[in-house]
């Protein structure tokens, strides 16, 4: 039982990790910088981050979400 928390949190903080930063690598196909106005390029990083980490952990938790969804039907249905 123990073993099964230790190893589903590890999959739920790779997975964030992972489409955080997946999420990072899309927004660069956007053209952000002209919603910035000019001289608040730390600002405009910093509002980058942050919208990285919203969407990535969003997509995560969904797919987490979706995963035990899954095996708690697959459950039902052998049960």
Do not use: C, D
């Not at 660069?28 to 981050?49: D, G, M, Q, S």
């Not at 969407?55 to 039902?76: C, D, E, H, K």
């Amino acid at each position: 039982m123990m073993n099964t928390m230790i190893s589903f949190g590890m999959l739920e903080i790779i997975s964030h990790m992972v489409f955080i930063f997946l999420s990072f690598w899309a927004l660069k196909a956007t053209r952000i910088e002209t919603w910035i106005r000019k001289n608040h390029v730390p600002e405009a990083r910093l509002l980058y981050f942050f919208i990285a980490i919203t969407l990535g952990y969003n997509v995560s938790s969904f797919f987490i979400s979706f995963i035990t969804v899954s095996r708690n039907v697959a459950f039902l249905i052998t049960n």
